[in-house]
C-alpha cells in the first residue's frame, strides 16, 4: 500500500520485479521511459497506451489492453464489499483472508 499522493508509475518496478511475464499491461500512468525500459529489459511486451503529450507514439496491443477491462470490472465488485473497501481488518493475514472469500464469492456469481 502506498500514500494517496505517491505516483502509480513509482510502485510498478516492485510489481514486476522477480516476476516471469510475458506482457505487462497498464493504463497512461504507467507510461514512462525508466519504467518501459524496465519491462523490456525482462522481456516482456509493454501493453500501456501512450500519453497523449508523448513526442513519440508508440505502439501498444489495443486488444490485449482491452482485456483489462475484465480486471478492472472483478475489483469494482470487490469494493462493493464494505469490509475490503473501508479496509477494516487490523491485520494484512486477515485482510488477505478476506479477498479471497471475496473473491471465490464473485467467482461463483
Not at 59 to 71: I, S
Request: hydrophobic share 40%; aromatic share 10%.
Amino acid at each position: 500500500m502506498t500514500p494517496g499522493q505517491a505516483a502509480d508509475v513509482c510502485t510498478g518496478p516492485d510489481l514486476i520485479e522477480g516476476e516471469h511475464i510475458g506482457a505487462v499491461i497498464a493504463d497512461k500512468a504507467y507510461d514512462s521511459n525508466n519504467f518501459l525500459a524496465l519491462i523490456d529489459q525482462i522481456g516482456a511486451e509493454a501493453v500501456i497506451p501512450p500519453k497523449v503529450n508523448r513526442v513519440d507514439q508508440r505502439e501498444y496491443d489495443e486488444n490485449l489492453y482491452a482485456d483489462r477491462n475484465k480486471v478492472e470490472r472483478f475489483y469494482n465488485k470487490a469494493k462493493h464489499y464494505r469490509r475490503l473497501a473501508t479496509r477494516y481488518e487490523k491485520t494484512a493475514r486477515n485482510f488477505l483472508s478476506f479477498w479471497h472469500i471475496a473473491s471465490c464469492v464473485i467467482l461463483t456469481l
